[in-house]
């Protein structure tokens, strides 16, 4: 400089200044450094206009590195109020869209009079940057200098924007690796957490795995001690029918030891040899098809022992659920007693209901609180109601007699009240209008605190008609009876009757006589007279009592005085008893009190007894042929009478033969007379006896009930009959 | 007359009627009464076996079934004693084959009951004459 003298002093000023801001704008990086493009450039603009007193500096970023854009104006302080930013820059713009070249193009002062001169300066190595730009009033701008400042300035902004890019950059790239180091160690996080987690969760599946094993254990265990200790047989197989199991109860029932038939094909050990071609078979099946068809049911089937007896079995089979090969147990139970006790079961059912059919008894209970009513099958059929019909009361009350139904009903009210035994016959109607008499007896059984009746019903109908027959029959043998009696006895009738009347016709000869005297005998006539009239009443009185004997009628009841009866028979037998030399001896209990009965049926019972005393005494020489028939009230307030002879009498073992119908001694006897004399007895609701005396002889008994005390006795006037003397 | 009658009753033939049957015991003596003969009655032929009427009876009129010793039981017994008194039977019974037995055995007539009083009459005539007969 010292070289160039003429260099005015202002000049060198100048120079100096320029090299202060020169060595300024080349500081500038080391202020920068750190810094961001921005910083860079606020900084950079404020040194140029201060440097170059300019009135607008501005700079425009292009590809700023990962920022929005940066625009920045500067403007000179005292210039007033500055237009917008944008504004500035677009007029800017427009400016350089044109001829780059043309450089400084004057450009009008946006801001005042006149133009401006304008210096853009590029950033980068071809101004790839963006632009800065520079722009004063002043006439001279640029100055040399002022350009060299200006390109200085661009040179350093460039490359203070590169290191600020670089550094942004590389900041950026920290910050990306920063946060990839984050985000990793984030999910190496997360990835640990779910690692604990896992492992926590695999200790619990341990945990439970060794539980469960220790529970599988105890339950093999008690499994095992279940399978020892049933009282079942369990055998179990595989899918190959072999043995896998025995349990104890299997030793025991099938006589093999567990270790002699494990691995043993189950049909050549424990199934019965009639049965293991198809046991064969169906396994055969089993494993062609997988079909088994014995599974999950209870059969009946026939097994063998070690020792070859065979014997029924229930068989149950099941599948062991396991994923491995199939596999079976069996549970068997020897049921040979079980057996029996059913085919004696089925047996004595079966007997019962047949007994039941033969008998037409039916059998039922009643549950008195329920109502609940069970009947045997024979019950079902009495009734003729359906076998699946419940049985009610109602059901019941369809088939019995409507005349029948209230004592029924009174009956089961009066069971349901106390308890009390039931013994009942009623007739039933059934739907076709059939009557079935049936007969009932039924008693409580106190076993379960409820009251229940057990009883049996019999229908009893064809006994009830036959005992109807029977009465019929043996009312008409009663008459034969009595027809035949009436043939042996004509003779004696005859006699009874001709007495009378032979005293009738000496008397009245003898009146005609004593009135035809002279003079007449009228005293001894009406004396005749009256003998005569006695005769003929005794006459009448004879032919009384033989229509009341031998006519035949329908039993009547009436109240019957016994001692009067059997003097009326003895009235009418006595002449043949004289002939035959008996010598009757009546012992007639007084006040006898009357029996109610057929009258004209008991005296028949006591002729018919006097008549065997006086026949079984015919042939007696060595003894007077004494006839007691007595009379008493015995112990049990019955009446009894008795007839004892002294006669031939009967061996002791005869003595259930006597009351047959056809039993006799006699060569001319029908012996038909003890048979109906008992039935007789019978229907009087008496007993007819036969006892051999001490001594010689027998003594037949009959006992009735003395009548009842509510039995009117309308009969009194049948048991009086007017007597000779009366009429005398 | 007087006389024929006075004789008439002191000599009455006596006639005894043994008889179980009161009709009988009571109606016959009037009637044989009337008749003109002395008549003693008795309930069974103990009775009168016993009775001192034997010897004196011309005629006996007996039951045939009476309690005790029969008619016929008690014929056999007079003839065992030897003394024949004319016996006419009668019976309230109607077994006609009695008859011819009967006087077969001696009996002078068997008379059934009811009977007539001349059928008696005339039993009565037969048996005076055959009691003159062995009175002879």
Known sequence: ?728 | MELRQERRVAERPLVSVVDDDESVRESLPDLLGEFGFAARTFLSAEEFLASDRVDQTRCLILDIALPGMSGPDLQRELKRRGQEIPIIFITASTDQTVRPRLLEQGAIECLFKPFSDTALLEALSAALRADERSAL
């Not at chain 1, 206009?49 to 929005?68: I, N, W």
């Open chain 1, 1 to 728: 400089m010292e070289v160039q003298p003429d260099l005015a002093s202002g000049e060198v000023k100048h120079l100096q200044r320029c090299i202060n801001d020169l060595i300024g704008l080349l500081a500038l990086p080391a202020i920068w450094s750190g810094g961001d493009p921005s910083q860079v450039l606020h900084t950079l603009l404020d040194a140029l206009m201060r440097m170059l007193r300019l009135d607008l500096a501005s700079v425009s970023l292009t590809d700023p590195v990962g920022e929005s854009p940066v625009e920045i104006v500067r403007i000179a302080e005292q210039r007033g109020p500055m237009p917008p930013a944008h504004e500035i820059c677009e007029a800017l713009s427009q400016c350089f869209k044109n001829d780059s070249r043309k450089w400084p193009p004057p450009l009008r002062n946006l801001m005042g009079e006149g133009d401006v001169s304008i210096v853009p300066l590029s950033l980068g190595l071809h101004g790839e940057l963006g632009v800065i730009v520079a722009a004063a009033e002043r006439a001279d701008f640029p100055r040399q200098t002022e350009a060299l400042l200006l390109s200085a300035a661009a040179n350093q902004a460039s490359i203070g924007l590169q290191e600020a890019r670089l550094l942004s950059y590389q900041r950026r790239v920290a910050s990306e690796l920063d946060q990839q180091v984050v985000q990793r160690t984030a999910e190496l996080a997360t990835t640990n957490e779910e690692l604990m987690k896992e492992v926590a969760e695999r200790r619990l599946v341990e945990e439970r795995l060794r539980q469960e094993e220790r529970e599988l254990k105890r339950s093999e265990v008690r499994k095992a001690a279940i399978v020892d200790s049933a009282l079942d047989c369990i055998v179990t197989i595989d899918h190959e029918g072999c043995i896998t199991e025995f349990n104890p109860a299997a030793e025991h029932t099938f006589g093999y030891r567990r270790d002699e038939v494990l691995g043993k094909h189950l049909a050549d050990s424990i199934i019965s040899p009639s049965l293991r071609e198809k046991h064969r078979q169906g396994f055969a099946r089993y494993l062609a098809t997988g079909e088994v068809r014995v599974l999950g049911k209870r059969i009946e089937m026939t097994a063998v022992r070690a020792d070859g007896r065979e014997f029924p079995v229930e068989l149950a089979i099941t599948r062991i659920p396991w994923d491995g090969p199939p596999s079976f147990t069996g549970y068997l139970r020897d049921i040979t007693e079980r057996k029996r006790a059913e085919q004696e079961l089925q047996r004595s059912e079966a007997f019962l209901a047949e007994a039941q059919h033969l008998s037409r008894i039916g059998s039922f209970s009643w549950r008195v609180a329920t109502d609940e009513i069970t009947w045997s099958e024979q019950l079902y059929r009495i009734f003729r109601i359906d076998r699946n019909a419940q049985v009610t009361f109602e059901l019941i009350g369809t088939r019995i007699h409507p005349e029948d139904l209230s004592i029924f009903q009174e009956h089961i009210e009066r069971s349901r009240r106390d308890g009390s035994d039931v013994q009942l016959e009623f007739r039933l109607r059934m739907p076709d209008g059939a009557v079935k008499y049936v007969h009932v007896v039924a008693h409580t059984r106190g076993d379960y605190g409820e009251l229940e009746y057990i009883g049996a019903v019999q229908d009893v109908t064809e006994r009830r008609c036959s005992e109807e027959a029977l009465s019929k029959a043996r009312s008409e043998l009663s008459h034969v009876a009595r027809v035949t009696s009436l043939g042996v006895l004509t003779a004696s009738i005859a006699h009874e009757v001709n007495q009378p009347l032979s005293g009738i016709v000496t008397n009245a000869s003898t009146c005609l006589r004593m009135l035809a005297a002279d003079p007449p005998n009228v005293d001894g006539a009406r004396e005749t007279a009256r003998r005569t009239i006695r005769d003929g009443n005794r006459a009448s009185e004879v032919i009384t009592r033989l229509r009341a004997l031998y006519g035949k009628k329908e039993p009547t009841i009436e109240s019957v005085d016994l001692n009067e009866a059997i003097r009326e028979v003895i009235a009418l037998s006595l002449s043949e008893l004289q002939r035959n030399r008996v010598i009757l001896r009546p012992e007639l209990a007084d006040d006898l009190p009357p029996v109610a009965g057929d009258r004209v049926q008991l005296q028949q019972v006591v002729l018919n007894l006097l008549r065997n005393a006086s026949d079984a005494m015919s042939t007696i020489d060595d003894r007077p042929r004494d006839l007691l028939i007595r009379t008493e009230l015995d112990d049990n307030d019955r009446v009894r009478l008795s007839v004892t002879d002294v006669g031939v009498g009967f061996e002791p073992q005869a003595a259930d033969g006597l009351f047959e119908a056809f039993y006799t001694t006699k060569d001319e006897g029908m012996g038909i007379g003890l048979s109906v004399s008992r039935s007789i007895i019978e229907r009087h609701h008496g007993r007819l006896w036969a006892k051999p005396n001490n001594g010689p002889g027998v003594t037949f008994s009959f006992s009735i009930p003395c009548k009842p005390e509510g039995l009117t006795s309308d009969g009194t006037r049948a048991s009086r009959l007017p007597s000779g003397a009366d009429a005398a």
